[in-house]
């Protein structure tokens, strides 16, 4: 079962503009990452946000987290055409696997 | 450092044939995951292996199975092919497999039954 769902399912936007994606999950977590996926290639993480922090940057993107709410986002700024990908959330807590949201397709146009 | 690495990259097989896949994780990495990943399903997680042991297995039938080796490589075992289990097949590797860690992915094995 899934445990983070991310809204919305797909998003389509000029270059140069700013993309936002939302992550929800269910249960308590240590931590929650975010991960883009090519298409029909393998996920690269992108970032990793621990469940004691609210906000965290690199680069363009920025990530919050709220645990009261379960709820993550993901923006990128000034997106380019080569951000054009899936974006996956996924959570993770002490012993236990990964678990992945369903995704949003993020296109990019130039 | 090399990547993960997966083979084979592509593969055709009919109903009721079986499929093993291989897994090479990063060196010095001694936890391999198994994601499938569908259209639908988005990525489902099949099983963890660390030191040769399965540490977790995903809600998956008993026609998916996976094992380690001494050298941390993994391989996964389909039997009894279904075409319900067309899907990229995603191999990831982490140095202690908990949930606090990033994990590194290789580009996946696109199984298609027929």
């Known amino acids: 079962s899934q445990q983070g769902e991310e809204d919305p399912q797909a998003l389509s936007i000029q270059e140069g503009e700013n993309a936002t994606m939302n992550c929800s999950y269910k249960t308590s977590i240590n931590n929650l990452q975010w991960y883009r996926q090519n298409s029909g290639r393998g996920l690269v993480h992108l970032i990793l946000i621990r469940s004691n922090e609210r906000e965290k940057h690199s680069g363009r993107l920025r990530v919050t987290l709220d645990t009261s709410k379960k709820s993550s986002s993901l923006l990128i700024t000034a997106s380019r055409a080569a951000d054009t990908a899936s974006y996956f959330c996924?959570?993770?807590?002490?012993?236990?696997?990964?678990?992945f949201g369903t995704g949003t397709r993020l296109q990019v146009f130039p | 450092k090399a990547g993960v690495t997966q083979t084979p990259r592509y593969l055709i097989k009919t109903r009721g044939q079986q499929v093993t896949l291989s897994c090479s994780p990063i060196?010095?990495?001694?936890?391999v995951s198994w994601y499938q990943q569908t259209p639908g399903q988005g990525l489902q997680f099949l099983f963890e292996?660390?030191?040769?042991?399965?540490?977790n297995k995903g809600n998956f039938p008993g026609r998916f199975s996976g094992r380690q080796f001494s050298n941390s490589r993994s391989e996964m075992n389909v039997s009894t092919l279904e075409l319900g289990d067309s899907a990229l097949y995603l191999c990831a590797s982490s140095l202690a497999g908990t949930g606090n860690e990033k994990l590194f992915f290789g580009s996946g094995t696109q199984l298609s039954v027929l």
């Open positions: 292996y660390f030191s040769e042991t399965q540490r």
């Open positions: 996924a959570t993770g807590r002490n012993t236990d696997k990964l678990i």
């Open positions: 060196s010095g990495h001694r936890s």
